[in-house]
């Protein structure tokens, strides 16, 4: 599924020598681990906070859980530089709809502004990203929007280069009709493996509950995250 | 976009007019047995942390084209607006330039609404450049600012990446200084500890870092003012010149003087008056 690859794939202007540092040619990413979950009454969204530029983290703290709409959320991975304007770029084109529509906007809508994006300049961007909200009409939704710009609704869904290692905690941990409290301890869970075996995932892990009443956000700090092993 | 800018930004596309003339140009000189010229790179150390009054913003002052200090009283703080100023790593034309037409397009919005600027536009507007010439513009910006909202901390990366954070370190040295930053960073720090942190912070690049070095520059912006500290701390390694190299007059004996005096003639005259009431 959303396979992240390590090699940054654009041109360097500058001749590499000694005194050219990894983070003036490498793209800053955020190899990094995403996932979001559907429950009913809305949905809950996770993200480890780790950006590296190659080898180096450049931000630990980062905040990939970013707000699209008031109900709506999406989480970035690849490219720092390509979601951020990406999503900048649907939150525009988002809260023009919305006004124009006088109510609150479809996490579909968000979802498709994401894709029609991302496909049209796959070529350009190296963008992963997980769309997740709550609207009237249909209640907590996920879409995954993964690089090459296609789009599915998922009622759980992974991203991000930690992403592989929690494909089979996610498979057998994941039961339809979660809480969400539940919802939360296993996006916390899930998040703590990834963290543990991904390189670039690390940091804290940031969650956030969205209901019809709001928006909840959490922060689980390195040492609160939970241990699998006593290594 | 509802601001006036001081260049026309292209409507579609990227604009790499001059990417195909580099590559000829290059062409033609490896062909003579000519180098290309290597740019000039700020190697460097560049921190900045927010403190309890305001940004703190440190910098070296070195600038080097290779293996060469090209420049030993470089100044790396830039400034964008009375509020906001920017610190520059990567290739020196392109930090300067940046940061030239930031402060430019800034200072135009401050005429037409009769405000400071806030951080976030700038960073809002470096993201915006950035991004659309996709990295090829080799700038890694810290920028530290106060406006209404608060006092804030930004990077920029090439690529278009911004990061908010408390404290920050960037350039070849970013690593010695982000270790000084780690270890004895606090939020909400008095102003004098506040200095002396980043100053240790600039002074560890400056020792562990070939491309970083001689003084280091400090800039305090707090909600009553700025303060441009340039040089906050000069280099111990500072050399003394051996000999005066003045010529006194008398030096170069002249062996025949001509002169020829030149014949003006006054055509028109004009006078305005100025109101200078």
Redesign the interface.
Known sequence: MAVYMSASHSENAFNTHDFVPEWAHEEVSTGTTILAVEFDGGVVIGADSRTTTGSYIANRVTDKLTPIHDHIFCCRSGSAADTQAVADAVTYQLGFHSIELDEPPLVQTAANLFKQMCYRYREELMAGIIVAGWDKRRGGQVYTVPMGGMIVRQPVSVGGSGSSYIYGFMDSNYKPGMTKEECLHFCTQALALAMERDGSSGGVARLAAITEEGLERLVVLGNQLPKFSNA | MALSNVLEIPTSGFNFENVARNVALEGLLEGGHTKTP??M?T?TTIAGLVCKEGVVLGADTRA?S??VVADKMCAKIHYISPNIYCCGA??AADTEKTTDLLSSNLTIFSMDSGRNPRVVMAVNIL?DM??RY???I?A?LILGGVDCNGNHLYTV???????N?PYLA???G??AALGILEDRFKPNMEMEEAKELVRDAIHSGIMSD??SGNNIDICVITKQGVDYIRPYQESEYKDKRQKRYKYGPGTTSILTEKIIPLELEVVQETVQRMDTA
Do not use: A, C, H, N
């Open positions: 290597k740019p790179k190697g080097t290779g293996e990567g290739t993201q950035l991004f996709r990295g090829q080799g890694s990366g090439p690529y278009g990446s911004i990061d954070v960037m350039g070849s970013d690593l070939l491309g």
